[in-house]
T-cell receptor, first 113, second 115 residues
Framework: AQSVAQPEDQVNVAEGNPLTVKCTYS??????LFWYVQYPNRGLQFLLK??????LVKGSYGFEAEFNKSQTSFHLKKPSALVSDSALYFC???????????FGSGTKLNVKP | DVKVTQSSRYLVKRTGEKVFLECVQD?????MFWYRQDPGLGLRLIYF???????EKGDIPEGYSVSREKKERFSLILESASTNQTSMYLC??????????????FGPGTRLLVL
């Protein structure tokens, strides 16, 4: 069975510090990996995706993520956090040639001034 | 820009009522999805549709049905609402034109309360 794990329910970081939101996955095949962000009372917005090629993917709002095949991880990172980055972040995986996306349980990011 | 709209942002219904949630996308996407979002559980797929009149059950279809009569519109139906269907419902759509690499685009969500 395919699954996605976000081991931290919440991540707290001070503004200006680097942030990492963790994601690991378990799939039987080659994955497409995605990160989404959800602001309060809103739908999910696409941040970035890994399909193939360079393991470091850059996305919206200065976020990036690193695909690590051996550790089956796709952690989201940002060098310098902003208070406005505070939101709920979801990792998702999809297999090539399948329509279904599998989502993690979400990580709430709190950036304090 | 892709736009996915949902008919209601907030909805309050009574147990046993039939509930319709509507979703419309304006980008001619083939795939459309209905999820429910609950704290600590992330997003769980209820149903998806890969084209008009085509549907497939997701992970939690019990108590729900769907309808896709036109490409742009995907409806979620709660035949007889129950309190355990109180949740945030998210609709999404996706194009198939990018060789499978395309992301999903989400609507703003409908927060449903069943009393």
């Amino acid at each position: 069975a395919q699954s996605v794990a976000q081991p931290e329910d919440q991540v707290n970081v001070a503004e200006g510090n680097p942030l990492t939101v963790k994601c690991t996955y378990s799939v039987s095949g080659n994955p497409y990996l995605f990160w989404y962000v959800q602001y309060p009372n809103r739908g999910l917005q696409f941040l970035l995706k890994y399909i193939t090629g360079d393991n470091l993917v850059k996305g919206s709002y200065g976020f990036e993520a690193e695909f690590n095949k051996s550790q089956t991880s796709f952690h989201l990172k940002k060098p310098s956090a902003l208070v406005s980055d505070s939101a709920l972040y979801f990792c998702a995986v999809r297999l090539y040639n399948f329509n279904k996306f599998y989502f993690g349980s979400g990580t709430k990011l709190n950036v304090k001034p | 820009d892709v736009k996915v709209t949902q008919s209601s942002r907030y909805l309050v219904k009574r147990t046993g009522e039939k509930v319709f949630l509507e979703c419309v996308q304006d980008m001619d996407h083939e795939n459309m999805f209905w999820y429910r979002q609950d704290p600590g559980l992330g997003l769980r797929l209820i149903y998806f549709s890969y084209d008009v009149k085509m549907k497939e059950k997701g992970d939690i279809p019990e108590g729900y049905s769907v309808s896709r009569e036109k490409k742009e519109r995907f409806s979620l139906i709660l035949e007889s609402a129950s309190t355990n269907q109180t949740s945030m419902y998210l609709c999404a759509s996706r194009s198939l034109t990018s060789g499978g690499a395309e992301t999903q685009y989400f609507g703003p969500g409908t927060r449903l309360l069943v009393l």
